[in-house]
């Protein structure tokens, strides 16, 4: 089934470093990819999505971009803040089929920034 | 509304008692997704319903779990005889309908975190 593999944190950068956190993930047919992020005391917020392969997704200076040769959606950030400190999930959704509409989540990473 | 909320947000249950949450969607969203999210752990799909019929109840993980939408507005979530495997913060979001081919965003409550002794 599907499914969503992501790199397991927690994550602690300085601010102003560069941030990676890798997602990658098995589906069949064409699905659309997200990031979501849960700040501390809040809700779920999708930060960045793409529908097919080969689009960026970009937000707040975070980018993702769909590459279906290596099934990855790998998350990036040049230049870190500590109000970026936050859990970050990958998901994706199937475009048809029995699983239309739900999203299957990663782990979560969580990021810790220090000034 | 300004979003999706939730009730209650914390929650407290004896091993064995039933609880019921509730989740009130955005104005106008026909789609209404259940999550589940165990501590330390990426939400999990519970069920979906689009307006007041329920269209996957897959991922509910046993037949204590009960979702209703009787008027394709706010929903309930029902947890019969709770233990203590069903602690765990609940998660609702709502959305525009669900289309082949195109995703509308689903929009998260802040959950309920359930707890049982």
């Known amino acids: 089934g599907d499914s969503v593999t992501q790199m397991e944190g927690p994550v602690t950068l300085s601010e102003e470093a560069f941030l990676t956190i890798n997602c990658t993930y098995t589906?069949?047919?064409?699905?659309?990819l997200f990031w979501y992020v849960q700040y501390p005391g809040e809700g779920l917020q999708l930060l960045l999505k793409?529908?097919?392969?080969?689009d960026k997704g970009s937000n707040k200076g975070f980018e993702a971009t769909y590459r279906k040769e290596t099934t990855s959606f790998h998350l990036e950030k040049g230049s870190v803040q500590v109000s970026d400190s936050a859990v970050y999930f990958c998901a994706l959704t199937a475009d048809r089929g029995s699983t239309l509409g739900r999203l299957y989540f990663g782990r979560g990473t969580q990021l810790t920034v220090w000034p | 509304g300004a979003g999706v909320s939730q009730s209650p947000r914390y929650k407290v249950a004896k091993r064995g008692q039933d609880v019921a949450l509730r989740c009130d969607p955005i104005?106008?969203?026909?789609?209404l997704f259940w999550y589940q999210q165990a501590l330390g752990q990426g939400p999990e799909f519970l069920t979906y319903f689009q307006n007041e019929a329920q269209l996957d109840k897959s991922g509910l993980p046993s037949d204590r779990f009960f979702a209703e939408r009787p008027e394709g507005s706010v929903s309930t979530l029902k947890i019969q005889r709770t233990q203590q495997e069903d602690s765990a913060v609940y998660l609702c979001?709502?959305?525009?309908?669900?289309?082949?081919?195109?995703?509308?965003?689903?929009?998260f409550g802040p959950g309920t975190r359930l707890t049982v002794l």
């Open positions: 104005s106008g969203h026909v789609s």
């Open positions: 979001a709502s959305s525009l309908a669900v289309t082949s081919g195109y995703y509308n965003e689903q929009f």
């Open positions: 793409a529908t097919k392969a080969d």
């Open positions: 589906a069949t047919g064409y699905p659309s």
